[in-house]
């Protein structure tokens, strides 16, 4: 193998790929990238097992050589190393050359650099996906499906299923569903693909997808989905990036979605979340987070407050923009509330309540297809 | 105490005291800031025994009201919360109360907040320190001279002065030294203060020092420095910062810096740190550090490398702006010449060494009165 490549697109290839290597390995050959040169460009992979990432740099773009391969070949390159020294070079042109032994030598300016490789037959291919359950969607919606409810996958390796987000696609809708048991994230967005492609039961690990939403590009890009047996593909320009999906039957949620409300109001999306955050600091003194929220008599506001047996107390009326239905008091984890107003883009916040031990229901007010259930804290007073 | 104050005066110097304020700290009114109201102001107080600060809010600023007292008094209210909250509140304007038992009520806009504060009776005098040893200098001065040694103080507390900057004076000269046994910094600059006040053996914490250095203003402000028995106090506009004198006898230092040089080389300072940061990320992997520089004949450039038993050898011809003297292989701490590159402004750096076994000197070549030694790394080959 023997190349000489332009430093930035190096650079923004091995970005690309170097989410996917981790540093606690037990695999020795995946500490590494692989670099493989043809006729047609570079090809870098870096793999946990997990995630696997593949990104190509073509020989040109736009006319303009990146890439001028003398001697085809692979290799697999310490990645730690390589990530760090790529981006340290002192010239724009790198020249890369395996010798004996996977040994390789890279030369920029008058750096020069001598590293030793592994041999690439050792690394693990890459799977073969299936290609016909293959969907296409904006890069910018799957960004924001992924925000909506990954946050609300659960943190607790012992029940595995529950770490990853619920994809599920019915008739052009696609469907993402999150919960750790205290709460629930859900959003469907209507996908242009062939009427007869469904799936159901496909979960993939929340951390993945965060990885995947690095990379995705921000402007209107279309990424396709390859879903196959147990993992799936995304692809976007010269990138791909494979996730394993997770073993193991998702619960049924569709239940605990209450379908009416003992009261219901709508507040402006900001104050309501500033307000709950000043509540949120006095209760997170007390490690537990619990905010209350009591409707007024007038029907024109609530209060919200949060108490510390130690600090004193936070109390605050707010105002709502409407407000129907039976009187309430509701305490809840407060951080699962701001979590949600984190993540929202609209103004006003629509949230339905069943009762003082039962699921409180927010969704945006002026966005379909959002939904986000919290369970309330049980408390006796 | 009742007091009405503009949210954003207050807190910016809740900003400035919080500095003081340790969360691991053994004496509870300690996890709080003192507040005391009278007709002129407000004035906070932090402290974790080793820095104290004192802020001052006027009542009055360029002819605002800043803080209408209605009643005086004082009052701890607990650091952390109070930090958050104060910084959230929904209006500029902010309502102070101290009601019985030190009960503390906050109110603005629609937040009410009742807190429970401490005895301000418990909270600990500031000294007051004798004025006699008083000088003053420009903020960026003083900010300069603690950024050019500061980084090299011991972090090892088994030899508590040595965690120092040390300071002297005389002749109108005030000088820093810092070092921790394998490397030393120091800087001296002219001040204008009257010529018979001097002192030396003040030792003040490097710690402290880079807390003093995120509060001093980064324009043209003087700052007024009363150096006591065992206190020093830096004075800037309305904030006082307090901060203990070290125990101990600092070395005398003078012996080591050499006066004669076998070989001479001046560099343009960022290739040189670019060259040796690239050695330094191989080295990095060794957990060694070690960065070699040897001379080349024809007295045109430097070769400096590194090399890891695993990973394989970086080596770099990097040209210089002179050299003269000695041929010479020496092998260094490069993360030690780092840091002394990453504090320099100046476009060139001299550098003398005194042999393979030696100290070297690296001085910024347009730029009097900085000096910085390094030793060498000790290899037998």
Known sequence: MKFTIQKSQLNESIQHVSKAISSRTTIPILTGIKLEANAAGLTLTASDTDISIQAFVPSELDGQTIISVERTGSVVVPAKFFVDIVRKLPSNEVHMEVVDNFKIGIQ??????QLAGLDPEEYPLLPRLAENQTLSMPSEVLRSMIRQVS????ANEATPVLTGVLWSLERGTLKFVATDRHRLASIERPIDCPPDLKFHNIVISGKNLNELNKILPEQNTLIDIVVADNQVLFRTGNVLFFSRILDGTYPDTSKIIPQTY???AVFAAKPLADAIDRAYLLSREEKTNIVRLTTADDEKSV????????LGRVTEQLPVERLTGEPLKISFNSKYILDVLKVT???SMWIGFTGAMSPMILRPANEQGVLHLILPYRTTN
């Not at 920029?108 to 650099?113: M, R, V």
């Not at 946050?151 to 659960?154: D, G, L, N, T």
């Not at 209060?303 to 130690?310: A, D, M, N, P, R």
């Open 345 to 347: 883009d609209d103004e």
């Open 151 to 154: 946050f609300a996958v659960s």
């Open 262 to 264: 003992k009261t219901e």
């Open 108 to 113: 920029s300016g008058s750096t020069e650099i």
């Open 303 to 310: 209060e919200i407050s949060s108490s510390s047996s130690e």
